[in-house]
């Protein structure tokens, strides 16, 4: 993992496991963001730091750190 706000992850299941581990998983952004999933291509709006795809069950997250723009959204995979 890393340190901070100053790191990098490999992947998006690193990146939900950070937001786990900090205990935001369910906690809302600061500003909800609309978001096109990567499985199935339908919008929705991603609220909290870790949410998933109401339409096929992609979940996704973001540090608290980085959710001010949508680049830093990662996909995790379906039901991770």
Same mark, same amino acid.
Not at 15 to 25: L, N, Y
């Given at each position: 993992?890393? &340190?901070?706000? !100053? ?5 998006? &299941? &690193? ?9 935001? !998983? ?9 978001? !096109?999933?990567? &499985? ?41």
């Amino acid at each position: 993992m890393h &340190e901070g706000c !100053s790191g990098s992850f490999k992947n998006g &299941e &690193e990146v939900v496991a950070k937001v786990r581990h900090m205990g935001f !998983s369910e906690q809302m952004m600061p500003m909800p963001m609309e978001i !096109s999933c990567v &499985e199935c291509a339908k919008e929705f709006e991603m609220s909290t730091f870790e949410d998933q795809c109401p339409h096929c069950g992609m979940v996704y997250g973001v540090t608290p750190c980085h959710a001010f723009d949508p680049e830093n959204i990662k996909a995790a995979g379906i039901g991770y």
